[in-house]
């Protein structure tokens, strides 16, 4: 194995917490209730329900041969040149992903906290943080998200709790205005932010140390990163209305903008700001690992580590030059987005279980 350590059934809750939540605390409310209005909450419940179905795919292919990562089992299960050419289509979306989580990193800090600040600037300090973390190996990464876990349920804690006085039940109403529709496209786009990307913790299960706890925590972090997502999305609608949450590019940032106690504790976005930048860093950390980690494993290297700085360099330039603008950015995640990920990280992982369970027989 190129990875030596090994990581405990919580710690590996922890991460699938993490890695849900991450990326899409901050833009998945717009783009849901753009789509399903003031039955956004509905639409993402049948997203979670969906989004199990996917976790019980992956959980049942890592149980096909626990001790290989998703590289590997596509070359045992497939072969070993059609392994490789489905083994790299995953590593791609992996390459674009990781993209796509610095791009959201880069936009946000230069139009919301850092606006005299060069998005290039930001991107650049972001992914080096990521490359001494993926350096560091899984262990050390997951050990530290542990270490700041707590924090961010105390945060997301606080955050609701503080929102609860400018609940308007109203905003919910009217239920089920325009039929299944718009609730059915709305859930549809939810399925790849975040739950069809799940598929990357096949790269992970190998290293858990207690393989019987994996299928159980895997279902219960799933559960759990998407019961805050679904109050995110709840929140928005009751507080901000509907119309508002789909106008604004970041509506639950708007939230922490909305608390005010008593006139003297105030604009306290700086929580939401927090936590999403936790959750993305390591969701971005963790990605550009699995992709370091997979390329090595493809190309038959020793050490994963030498790959991590052409890596760096490729994700910056492609997160510079693929999109010009947040508009062109969320154009792209609006129409081929979804359809990518399912064809990537559903169809592909099922086709691979089906083939595989021949095999075996």
Known sequence: MLEKGKISSGEFLIMV??????????TLPSVLVSLAKQDGWIAYILATLIGLCFVFLFTRLASLYPSMTYIEVNEKIFGKWIGKISALLFLFYLYYLSSALLSEIGNFFSSQVLVETPMEMIMILFIITSLFGARLGLEVICRTALIFFPWLVLLLFLLFVFLIPDIKIENLQPIFEEGMKPIMRGSYHSLALPYVQLVFFLMITPYVTEKAKVKKNFYLGTLLGGGVLFLVILFSILVLGADNTARLIYPSY?????ISIGNFFERVEVI???IWVFTEYFKLTICFYGLALGLAQLLGMQNYRILLFPLAFL????TIFSHPDIVHYQNFMATAWTPLSLTICFILPLLLLMVGKIRKK
């Open 254 to 258: 708007k939230l922490g903008m909305r």
């Open 17 to 26: 917490i993490i890695f849900t939540i991450g990326g899409a605390i901050l």
């Open 272 to 274: 939401v700001a927090f």
């Open 315 to 318: 994700i910056l330039t492609f």
